[in-house]
């Protein structure tokens, strides 16, 4: 039986590895990916998510649904600022980041990078434990 939490799907040759606990961290991680994205150029949303997508080397594409409230959201906060341009076949936002966005991504940046490596550590002490339970051929699990 396949474990439905994990999935892969195939994508520029390589295997996307997918499942629920690293979506989580890679979503939050999508705040800081769009300031420091914004930061360089203004994008449309279309154009942020492929370009986030290129950012992680194909590991994560962040879904509409996760990028557009997100602007929204960082517009509001004043982190970011939209907007609408005509001349394509439909209007578009285009978003860029604002001095105070600017101000906060060090910080921001300090503080992923913070849970992230608490995140690496106690995922380490997870990987430790299977490995353990699986290397024990009876599966006694007390000397754990």
């Not at 396949?2 to 999935?7: A, E, N």
């Not at 939209?82 to 285009?94: D, L, N, Q």
Request: net charge positive; glycine share 8%; proline share 6%.
């Amino acid at each position: 039986m396949k474990d439905k939490s994990i999935k892969t799907s195939e994508h520029s040759g390589q295997n996307r590895v997918d499942p629920a606990m690293f979506r989580g961290v890679v979503r939050g991680m999508l705040p800081m990916y769009l300031l420091s994205l914004l930061r360089k150029k203004p994008h449309h949303g279309t154009e942020i998510i492929k370009a986030i997508e290129k950012m992680n080397k194909g590991t994560w594409k962040p879904s509409p649904g996760s990028v557009y409230p997100l602007l929204k959201k960082l517009e509001d906060d004043g982190l970011i600022s939209g907007k609408w341009v005509s001349g394509r076949a439909a209007a578009t936002r285009i978003y860029s980041v604002t001095r105070k966005g600017r101000s906060k991504l060090p910080g921001i940046q300090k503080q992923l990078l913070s849970e992230l490596c608490k995140t690496r550590d106690t995922l380490q002490k997870h990987i430790t434990i299977m490995k353990n339970v699986l290397s024990n051929p009876k599966n006694d699990t007390s000397n754990l």
